[in-house]
């Protein structure tokens, strides 16, 4: 059997009672599977600087969140197909902790709650105070399986239910006697109120199981129930939120402009609807369009290492924030095990489905881009006609991207926008262009997305790459999300 088949469980182990944990170690040590084999136990330890103890509640609780995260992120990483937390403290914050892991995470109330729900109407009780803050939780946890009608103490009796976890917790076992004969007490009063089963609503509760059905009370062995549990089930990934990578940096206010794009793009109300992205930014990248025309530095390792780092950070595809760029995708793109979504496909079938097939398209962009016939060669496949600008007015365009009062120096209005209105209108009156698109991420700063440009004697549409692919962006996202049902 392949380590990739074997039934691995992770035991995250913070904040339990070490007696429980360590009654079902040895619990799932002695469970067959059903293909004879027994599960591998996984558990992590490590160092933990914890906060003083003059610390803040809001310092404290993160904190203990922060190393129950740790420590399922280090089962994950240890190969469990399943982590059970073992203590109630981490029960009231495991939806918080399954938000950010896909390894499924469990519990010993949901345990229990499997192996008593073949009665639909059970009636249910619950062995601990309802006042209690974990009592929601454990509750919650029950009722994700089925909803058992409850059979609950009387507060009166909550004084009792924590002197018997003050004796517990000595770990005498004169003082577990007299544990037990308070929980039998309680459990007395639950069969009373008509309960058929118990549930104890701790670890160290749950050890004395055994000893309480002895005593002739239908409490659940808690141990079993959870062993049983991990071992039998058909553990899998949950879905994973959909998210974006973005190669930035190219340069940095392009970047800043696709990001705001694809926000001002989805519809979302609040910030919990909106999709996750992460960005590489490095404007250290060697220029793209130098090394085109020039030689000099190569950008391919500067941009393939910008991808690996968000393929490693989970995303679900990339973009890159830069039109030359997209020249070294056919060298990239083999080695990645994410797609890459391409801004100059994906500006082109906009065009053809905004303006149709007999759009004729002209394209203002570097001189890198125009040499290497990025967009060129697409629109060529796709029998889209295509123009560039003169000489002279592919130096305006160049002008508009690179001069000293051009965008990449932080201008978006005088002269690069003058000089490219210029190339605009060569394209449009001169070469027949009836859409011109913003084909560096630079333009978009400089023009705006629009179906009609007044060039004084003429006219044409404008179409931004950006918004093209930002739009492409959420809705891939919108449709992965749907299936998945998580964002």
Known sequence: MSAKDQTIIGLCQVGSPAPFVKALKEKIANTYLPDGTKAILKTVDFEWQSPNSDASKLVRDGDFKIRAFEEVSRLRAAGAKVAAVTNCRTLGFKNELQEEITTPITDFPTACAHAVSENPNL?????????????????????????????????????????????LHKGKSSDEKEALDKLAMLCSELVRGGAEKILPTCGLQALLSEALNAKG??????????????????????????????VGGLGPAATVDLYDKITRFTLAKTDQKHIKVAVEQNPQVPDRTKYLLEGGVDPTLALYQACKRLENDDVDAIVIACNTAHAYFETILPHLSVPLINMQQVTLEEIIEKYGKNAVVGLMA??????????SNKAKSMNLSMVTPDKEYQALVMEAIYGELGAKAGYTEGHCKEVLLKAARHLAKEKGATVLVLGC????????????LDLGDCSAAVIDPTSSLSRRVVKVAEEIIKIRGRR
């Open 441 to 452: 991420t630079e333009l978009p700063l400089i023009l705006d997305e629009t179906d009609n």
């Open 123 to 167: 009636k249910l009780g619950y062995l601990g105070s309802t006042s209690a803050p974990k009592a929601a939780a454990i509750k919650e946890a029950v009722e994700k399986v089925f909803k058992p009608q409850w059979v609950d103490l009387d507060k009166s009796f909550d004084p009792i239910v924590e002197e018997i976890q003050e004796l």
């Open 217 to 246: 009370y239908p409490v659940i062995d808690v141990v079993k129930a959870f062993a049983d549990y991990l071992c039998f089930t058909e553990w899998h990934n949950l879905p994973k939120p959909f998210k974006i990578g973005i």
């Open 366 to 375: 570097t001189d890198g881009t125009i040499q290497t016939g990025i967009y």
